[in-house]
């Protein structure tokens, strides 16, 4: 089989603008070494409002969405309960028909506890398969979703916590190739959600917020019947404050940001052994290890030390402003370190609430950066989300 279409979109999937590189014989340690995993669809940010604030919303205000960024905050959400519909076009200077929907599904239960749902989907798009030979086999459309649940509770009179449950399943190959088969894995989320009203300016209702969540922690993904071979799931650390000025009656501007580690083991540097004549680790860690040991090595792995540990950790800056609840405005940075994924992109976006209806929309513009010529993956980014807030019978009495 040939893959090379379908590796290529596979790297292109969360809008890498370099691409990763085996370390033989690399001994600086400050060269390319992006940390490489399965399913990365599932670090996408799936809905607008984040979207356009540079991918924030581990403590953010509770909304259906927050299943990807902290099921904690769920117990916190104002509406009894919520539905969501996302939906972005991915990659669409690259590759015309790949895209992103997501449904999101949240209930609160009682004052103290919330349940939600959601089912994530991405599709490669139709990629056409050729054999050993180059000779056309045939256009299949890959495709790979995640269904997750969760439950969250207050644990105090500011403290939430959740554990939320997810399935994987990618089918990047669709049983083209020797073996080849769908990857399945079964992951986990752990996060806490603190907020508080708070005084810290005259004449100003304020709120300040905190979260960290640890999504994805689970079984490895393999994709082959014949190999034993097995790829990390993208487990990630995400925690960061937000702080929400409530100016007037009318007018409300949040700020908030979000610090990211992919809890993953970083790639090793190899070196050719003159007497066996095979590569071996002269710096770093092996990556042949469980998730959870991957999960505790990754903070201390990398090749290029203590420095290189800081490097990967990417931020995002979010701002947002509302007037009378009704309209608002968003804008926000991310920045990823240059040998880690070197994105770094501005965000834009709107929002509009009417009634029981919400709308959103994002805008993502990349940063051409030193060294890197020609269009950005991520150019023209747009993702649009529509949610619709379930009037109950305890809602109408109120």
Known sequence: MK??????????????????????GNLSGKELNTITTAVPFM??????????????????????YSMHWNPAKYAWMEKEMSVGLGYSPWLRNLVPDMNLAYLAFAMRINDMSAVAATLRYFSLGDIQFTDEQGEDIGSYAPNEFAIDATYSRKLTENLSAAVAGRFIYSHLTQGQGEGSKAGTSIAADVSVYWQKDVNWFNNMDARFAW???????????????????KDF??????????????IDEYNSVLISIDINKLLVPT????????????????????????????MIQSFYDAPGGFSEELREFSYSFGTEYWYNKTFAIRAGYF???????????FTLGAGLRYNVFALDCSYLIPVQTKGVTGTSPLEGTIRFNLTFDIPTKKSRAN
Not at 233 to 246: D, K, S
Not at 268 to 290: M, N, Q, T, W
Not at 335 to 345: A, F, L, Q, S
């Open 335 to 345: 920045h990823e370190d240059k040998t880690k994924g070197n994105r770094k992109y």
């Open 211 to 229: 979260g960290v969540n640890i999504s994805n922690i689970g079984s490895k993904v393999n994709y082959n019947n014949t190999s034993i071979k």
């Open 3 to 24: 893959f090379r279409t379908l590796i290529l979109t596979a790297l292109i999937l969360v809008g890498f603008q370099s691409f990763g590189q085996s370390n033989y």
């Open 267 to 294: 790639s090793p540097i190899y070196e050719l052994d003159s007497v066996s004549g095979d590569y071996v680790i002269v710096d770093g860690k092996d990556r042949d290890v469980s998730p959870v040991v991957g």
């Open 233 to 246: 799931i993208p487990t990630n650390l995400r925690f960061g404050p937000t702080l929400t000025l409530n």
């Open 43 to 64: 670090l996408i940010s799936p809905d607008a409002r984040a979207g356009a604030m540079g991918d924030v919303g581990v403590s953010t205000a509770p909304d259906v």
